[in-house]
């Protein structure tokens, strides 16, 4: 686990936040534990995002974070999200509603079908989230039927509706 901060220049809130850290940290000594400077740990995750694996940090940096890591993965309409509470899983895109493409038919739906993907998931059915991970997968790797954020721009087809992109995947689920 590594724990993102800037307690050297933020020292009452991210110090305390370092702090407190540090001591849950004591308390599972089996879990591999270290700190990282934020501007550190986004250089990290962009030339070496395999050292990483759980990122624990402050509201305002998982914010920033999170939409650097969507775009290396190719954008924020792919990620899908969780938010994990004590009783409850909340499963939504990552980007959220995004009210700007109400209406429009342009949004891409990945992040959405992933997770629902996630959801199956979580209900015990991996097999089921399996197949609509690959079906996701074929239909990015085709670069057929896309939307326009993730289509090739020298690609002279026009960029797939956020319908016909969902239709293309429903038609490769297995």
Do not use: Q, W
Request: charge should be negative; include cysteine.
């Amino acid at each position: 686990m590594t724990v993102a901060h800037k307690a050297t220049v933020m020292r009452a809130t991210d110090g305390l936040f370092l702090d407190v850290a540090r001591e849950v940290a004591a308390l599972y000594p089996d879990i591999a534990f270290d700190d990282m400077l934020i501007d550190n740990l986004c250089a990290h995750l962009v030339r070496r995002p395999e050292d990483l694996d759980v990122v624990v940090m402050p509201n305002m940096y998982g914010d920033i974070v999170s939409d650097l890591a969507a775009a290396l993965a190719g954008g924020v309409g792919l990620v899908p999200g969780v938010n994990v509470g004590d009783d409850v899983l909340l499963f939504e895109p990552a980007h959220g509603t995004a009210p700007r493409h109400a209406g429009l038919n342009d949004a891409n739906p990945v992040a959405t079908i992933l997770s629902a993907a996630l959801l199956v998931r979580a209900l015990g059915d991996r097999d089921g989230a399996d197949r609509i991970e690959s079906a996701v997968t074929e239909v990015l790797v085709s670069g057929e039927h896309v939307t326009y954020d993730v289509g090739d721009p020298s690609d002279s087809r026009p960029a797939a509706t956020t319908d016909a992109m969902a239709d293309a995947i429903i038609a490769r689920l297995p």
